[in-house]
Nanobody, 129 residues
Framework: QVQLVESGGGSVQAGGSLRVSCVVS?????????MSWFRQAPGKEREGVAA????????AYADSVKGRFTISQDKVKNTLYLQMNSLKPEDTAIYYC?????????????????????WGQGTQVTVSS
């Protein structure tokens, strides 16, 4: 049974930093997978924030977080990370990690949520002004 478990959310003031983690169990992240971080604020649709190809770690970011957020992975620990710096109140949302188990070379990153097979339960990030 594949499970994704996020941790590391919390409350921080604007300009601060947080790192959220996602541990994958029941599945060994292969060279042909993609993993992403999505977020959903109240009353808004779920949006892709950052994504990477697990085979080489190359990544893509939403314009709203480019230069502030960094997605990374630790294949030994089967863990995905999102380092969030220079946080803004508009970054407040529930953050979800997601796994696309089959993501061949050339597949687009930051695709729609429907492309992902497995999801974590989410972790709340709150940024106050």
């Amino acid at each position: 049974q594949v499970q994704l478990v996020e941790s590391g959310g919390g409350s921080v003031q604007a300009g601060g930093s947080l790192r959220v983690s996602c541990v994958v169990s029941g599945f060994t992240v292969s060279t042909y997978s993609c993993m992403s971080w999505f977020r959903q604020a109240p009353g808004k649709e779920r949006e892709g924030v950052a994504a990477l190809y697990t085979r080489d770690g190359s990544a893509a970011y939403a314009d709203s977080v480019k230069g502030r957020f960094t997605i990374s992975q630790d294949k030994v620990k089967n863990t995905l990370y999102l380092q969030m710096n220079s946080l803004k109140p508009e970054d407040t949302a529930i953050y979800y990690c997601a796994l696309d188990v089959v993501c061949p070379a050339g597949s687009p990153l930051l695709t729609t949520p429907t492309n992902y097979n497995y999801w974590g339960q989410g972790t709340q990030v709150t940024v106050s002004s």
